[in-house]
Every structure is written in structure tokens, then in C-alpha cells.
């Protein structure tokens, strides 16, 4: 839905859009006093979540060109890969000098200066022919959600793509950090 989100919209209006509910939804989560404000809180960080992986890899698209995409979509996955090993123990070690609602309320400030810098400076390459997506868009995009759906290699692109992502993605979140700690190795 993201990437269909981008064709029509933008990079701008989704990007920034995306970025705005995610930290909305961290200032929920840090400041969150009960389970429907944490629940609330994975609402609006899914939502605003959901266009952060497509939308950096649109933005290599649209900004290097086609010939460069696939590079710039892998470098992507190699960042948030990385990223996701060694983020937990970074939020530890800033964990130990911060308790965790200031430490998240600082993301969620973090989060709103980011807006703005996507507001001020990321832009639509190519124009975006709004005459042309002027119907109701998203009953749009559920008519070619179903559409897809209804394609079998799809489904199969879909669930290999899912495995060899998560594989990636745990390798980084969950593995690094197991065998960084046997070996020593920290940030300091």
C-alpha cells in the first residue's frame, strides 16, 4: 500500500505524513499510562512504519534512476540490517544514564525535527498528475490490492521475499547481538 501510496501522492506528502505518525506514535508510547495507549501507540507506529523500508527505496529510484535502483534499494537493507544489530545496544547503553520515557519522548523530538527536514527538502522528482488520481484513492488502491491478490506468483514472490527479509532482518536484530557478546565487543 506504501509504494502505491508514493506513485500517487509523492514522496513529500507520504513521506513527511509518515514520519509525522510515527513520532506521534512514540509520543504515545513514551508517555503511554495504560494498555489502549500502548496499543494506540503500535497503531500509529505500524502506520507510520509502514512506508519507511518502500519509501527509501522510491526515493533511490526516483532520485538515482532506474539503472541504479536495485543498489540503492540494497544499500538500504544493508543499513537497516546493520542498524537493527546494533541498536539495542545502543538504546542500553543510553538506557543506563536516561530512563526510557525521556530517552523515547527525545525520539519523538527527534521525529518532529525530522518532519521538517523531509518538508523542507525532499522533493517529487517527477510530477505527480493529481487530475489523474482524482477518484477516491483508496477505494482505488483496494481494487488493485485484490487485483494483485488474485496472482498466484505473486503470493509466491510475496511469502519468499517475507522468509529471506525476516532471515536478513533477524540476522541483524536478534543474532548480531548474541554473538557480539560472547566475543566482547562493545560500543565503547
Known sequence: MGGALLDRLGLKKVLSASVAILSIGIFVFANAN??????????LLAIGACTGFVGAGFIGGE??????????FGLVQAVVSLFSG???????????DS????TFNYFGIFGIVLTILFIIFVKNKNKID???????ILVD??????DVAKRGHVWLACISGGI???IVLSLGALWLPKII???????S
Open 164 to 166: 529471506s527479509f525476516a
Open 141 to 146: 488502491l483496494v481494487k488493485e490490492i485484490l
Open 34 to 43: 495504560s494498555l489502549y495507549m500502548l496499543i494506540l501507540a503500535q497503531v
Open 86 to 96: 546494533f541498536s539495542q545496544n545502543m538504546l542500553n547503553l543510553v538506557l543506563d
Open 63 to 72: 532520485w538515482f534512476g532506474i539503472a541504479k535502483f536495485s543498489f540503492m
Open 99 to 102: 530512563n526510557w520515557r525521556n
Open 130 to 136: 493529481m487530475q489523474k488520481h482524482q477518484d477516491n
Open 181 to 187: 557478546m560472547p566475543h566482547q565487543i562493545g560500543l
